[in-house]
């Protein structure tokens, strides 16, 4: 199986038991006014809420891919939605001269 997450989707759903995560593809960027803040749950900040985000956060080669990475990891968290999403370019001293992405947004469920 290519994704074990997946594989222990299937062992939940077989079982009878609720299954959090979700296809990728079915995670919707929300704009910030689309929303009102009860409407929705927060889950997590992705790529800022741990330590390591000091230290290292994953960065891409172009914003669709940044954008891609983050709906893998909200549906991972089974995550209806992303809000608050933003990408942003940078030169800096790993990217070796080419230009790196580096995007990152809250993951949430809709009510």
């Known amino acids: 199986m290519k994704n ?8 939940f759903l077989a079982a009878g ?3 959090g995560w ?3 593809e079915e ?3 929300y704009q910030p006014a689309q929303l009102k803040q ?5 889950l997590a900040r992705l790529w800022v809420e ?6 290292w956060v994953p960065t891409h ?5 940044g954008m891609a990475a983050l709906r893998d990891k909200a549906a991972g ?5 992303l809000i608050d999403v933003d990408c942003y370019g940078d030169r800096g001293l790993f990217s070796l001269g080419s230009e790196t992405f580096l995007c990152y947004g809250k993951a949430i469920k809709v009510r």
Do not use: K
């Open 17 to 19: 038991l609720e299954c």
């Open 22 to 24: 979700a296809r990728a």
């Open 38 to 42: 009860g409407e929705y749950e927060t």
């Open 50 to 55: 741990t330590w390591r985000a000091r230290f």
């Open 61 to 65: 080669d172009s914003p669709e891919a």
């Open 4 to 11: 074990p997450i997946a594989g222990v989707c299937a062992v």
């Open 77 to 81: 968290l089974g995550a209806s939605g």
């Open 27 to 29: 995670v919707r960027i």
